[in-house]
Antibody
């Protein structure tokens, strides 16, 4: 059974970079049919897709975040990561790592979710 | 960006009743629409993909329908564990989610 686990700091200062890692177990990160990505949810609010990456390098980002975000995949460590630069309080959210499937190019559904990691942006 | 509008925002029903949730998209997404269930303190769970296909392990009381811009999630007879927030999501053009419908106990 595929499992995803987020890790990283729970508190980030404004203007700094938010960095999270997701460790994949129980499945292959080199799957041709999967993308690996991130979805966030501000406390008490809805869901927002951040970005996704295929192990081969194909990448897609939310247009509203594309100039601040990088998603990378490390097949040797079966991990993928998120970097979000120049954060503000508006970036405070639960960050879910995700396996995305049923894809047409990089447009997918979220088939597996991590448990989520709360990241607070505050000085 | 394709905007998804879910209605109603809150649905108050009793166990055993039928729930009908709506998702409308700002432009056609063909059948590229999914539904998720989220319980408090948990990650969402995929219920339905491509408008009408149940994901693995999802009970038959959950069904999806629609195409183009209008979609429906139906729960035929609510079980106690079905009271949760439901989100729709399109994959026709990147990924966007609706604002959610909360199904609460009446």
């Amino acid at each position: 059974q595929l499992q995803l686990q987020e890790s990283g700091p729970g508190l980030v200062k404004p203007s700094e970079t938010l960095s999270l890692t997701c460790t994949v177990s129980g499945g292959s990160i080199s799957s041709d049919t999967s993308y690996w990505g991130w979805v966030r949810q501000p406390p008490g609010k809805g869901l927002e897709w951040i970005g996704s990456r295929h192990y081969s390098g194909s990448t897609a980002y939310n247009p509203s975040l594309t100039n601040r975000v990088t998603v990378s995949v490390d097949t040797s460590k079966t991990q993928f990561s998120l970097k979000l630069r120049f954060v503000t309080a508006a970036d405070t959210a639960i960050y879910y790592c995700a396996r995305l499937g049923y894809c047409s190019s990089a447009s997918c559904y979220v088939s597996n979710w991590g448990q989520g990691a709360l990241v607070t942006v505050s000085s | 960006e394709i905007v998804l509008t879910q209605s109603p925002a809150t649905l108050s029903l009793s166990p055993g009743e039928r729930a009908t949730l709506s998702c409308r998209t700002s432009q056609s997404v063909d059948s590229y629409l999914a539904w998720y269930q989220q319980k408090p303190g948990q990650a969402p769970r995929l219920l339905i993909y491509d408008a009408s296909n149940r994901a693995t392990g999802i009970p038959a009381r959950f069904s999806g329908s629609g195409s183009g811009t209008d979609f429906t999630l139906t729960i035929s007879s609510l079980e106690p564990e079905d009271f949760a927030v439901y989100y729709c999501q399109q994959r026709s053009n990147w990924l966007t989610f609706g604002g959610g419908t909360k199904v609460e106990i009446k």
